[in-house]
Antibody, heavy 119, light 112 residues
């Protein structure tokens, strides 16, 4: 069965970076885009960006450009999202989510990784 | 890239129907058939309920239906059940400036 298993909770200081992993199983990893979405405490979903199936292209929305790096290691079916220059406003649960080809829907989600930014 | 607009809350009694709207622009909802809806229970990851405006993934009850008119998409939940109480988010593809997505502000559905 399809599974996306994310790394555990992290506590970081302001100005630091965090790298969240998303390990996929149960499907052909290189056939799907992966997207990253975050949710601050008590807030709604916020779209961050995507990485393409072979890992050769990424895009992040303007708010995160210059601060987020998305990478893919196809040898271990794992995606990574690294966010730098953290502030308290980056405290959130970060999700990876798979998109089947040309559907525009995210059909499987990771369990979420809580990142807390605190001095 | 502004969030799509949803009403903060909606409610209905068991067995009734509730409809949630999702308003965007011609750059997202109005210009794309890649509109999807997600259900999220507290402390859980979102779950895909509708994709491509009105298609249901396998396992999603046919009580859930989607539609779109112009820049507004809608999710209707018929025959409300207690387990439908959750937050619901719409999402739309947007091609500007590059292919990406945008979420709605979210609607809390309460089953009275």
């Amino acid at each position: 069965q399809v599974q996306l298993v994310q790394s555990g909770a992290e506590v970081k200081k302001p100005g630091a970076s965090v790298k969240v992993s998303c390990k996929a199983s149960g499907y052909t990893f290189t056939g799907y885009y992966m997207h990253w979405v975050r949710q601050a405490p008590g807030q709604g979903l916020e779209y961050m960006g995507w990485i393409n199936p072979n890992g050769g292209d990424t895009y992040s929305v303007q708010k995160f450009q210059g601060r987020v790096t998305m990478t893919r290691d196809t040898s271990i079916s794992t995606d990574y999202m690294e966010l730098s220059r953290l502030t308290s406003e980056d405290t959130a649960v970060y999700y990876c989510a798979r998109e089947p080809p040309r559907t525009g829907g995210f059909d499987y989600w990771g369990q979420g990784s809580l990142v807390t930014v605190s001095s | 890239q502004s969030a799509l607009t949803q009403p903060p809350s909606a409610s209905g009694s068991p067995g009734q129907s509730v409809t949630i709207s999702c308003t965007g622009t011609s750059s997202d909802v109005g210009g794309s058939n890649s509109v999807s809806w997600y259900q999220q229970h507290p402390g859980k990851a979102p779950k895909l309920m509708i994709y491509e405006v009105n298609k249901r993934p396998s396992g999603v009850p046919d009580r859930f239906s989607g539609s779109k008119s112009g820049n507004t998409a809608s999710l209707t939940v018929s025959g409300l059940q207690a387990e439908d109480e959750a937050d619901y988010y719409c999402s739309s593809y947007t091609g500007s400036p590059r292919a990406s997505y945008v979420f709605g502000t979210g609607t809390k559905v309460t089953v009275l």
